[in-house]
């Protein structure tokens, strides 16, 4: 895997490339096939890098930090009121042992999902619509300040993506309108009787690319032979990751990364901006596509059947017959193979 050094700090040596994106702000686009190039070359050798720049909003994620803890903070009861199960568009409370990947154990954490907080009536869809908020003053606006602060970043990375990718700048501008990308706020209580628990067991993201935030150490991911790697904090800096959809879109050129939470040696915040496209939109190579590796697929019934694999209360409804997934893919059909351990 591809190392890189901070800027600035020339005697650490980080696991993962470090992309500035200050200059897809630029007016010349010199400037921003500059940064295109530094992100292709990122994302083709190792899937995950940091990134850094002039557009992350510090103040933002202070807030978001803030509120947070003081949420998760609450009692189960209060945090239960609102469930995401009994959300429109699967957002609200997950609480503990919720989630389930493959034949892993149950996730040790706690999470709040929010998606676009889409209002209209007209097209919603099980993952667009109206988010499910809790009841504490400033909570949502403080969250949604956060979301449109990562998202216009998710916009500009389309950009650059689309410039790696040698088409026009704005190819991916008509189907990321409304997409159905989702925050998640995830706790991870610190348990010392159940350290061999995975905060979040191994996957790959559904979605096109992921920005991350967390406060403490604890991300592991998958390197080119197979191997489990630590991933460091950055100060100041988003970790993003390629997703399924990224993949077949580059047609196997950036390959989603597999990674894990494997246990939590300390109390742990983290969140996780999942981006997408529109959900009508198909999914298919636009590279190379007179000689696709991947078949298509619809993107937003790629992610409800990737999530109604996870998710108990979605795992009940299909057990119940109401809920039907059509031609859902195994969990683990993309990213590398992992060393067994």
Known sequence: MTCAFYPGDMTEMLPLPVVDLSAL??????????????????????????????????????????????????????????????SQNHSGYVPVGEEQFATSAPDLKEAFDCNLDYRSERGRRSLLGPN???????????????YANITGIGRKLFRAFALALGLPEEHFAPVTRHPPSQLRLIHYPHDADAEDRPGIGS???????????????????????????????????????????????SNGRYVATR?????VP???????????????????????ADAPRYAPLKGGEHLFNQTAQTFAYLKRRVEKGELVLNDAAPLDSFGRQVTPA
């Not at 499910?132 to 956060?146: H, K, N, Q, S, T």
């Not at 403490?216 to 790697?229: C, F, N, Y």
């Open 25 to 86: 702000d630029s007016p010349e686009l010199a400037d921003r096939l500059d940064v295109a190039r530094q992100l292709d070359r990122a994302c083709a050798d190792a899937g995950f890098l940091y990134l850094t720049g002039s557009q992350i909003d510090h103040a933002a994620y202070r807030r978001l930090l803030a509120r947070a803890e003081a949420y998760f903070a609450q009692d189960l009861d209060a945090k239960m009121a609102h469930y995401i199960g009994l």
């Open 132 to 146: 499910l908020w809790p009841d504490m003053p400033g909570f949502r606006e403080d969250v949604l300040a956060y």
């Open 203 to 249: 996957h790959t993201d559904y979605e096109c690319f992921t920005l991350l935030r967390a406060t403490a150490p604890g991300l592991q991911i998958v390197d080119r032979t197979g191997e489990w790697i630590d991933v460091p904090l950055l100060d100041n800096a988003l970790v993003m990751n390629i997703g399924d959809m990224m993949e077949i879109l």
């Open 259 to 263: 990674h894990r939470v494997k246990k």
């Open 266 to 288: 300390q109390e742990r915040y983290s969140f996780a901006l999942f981006h997408s496209c529109d959900y009508d939109h198909v999914i298919a190579p636009v590279i190379d």
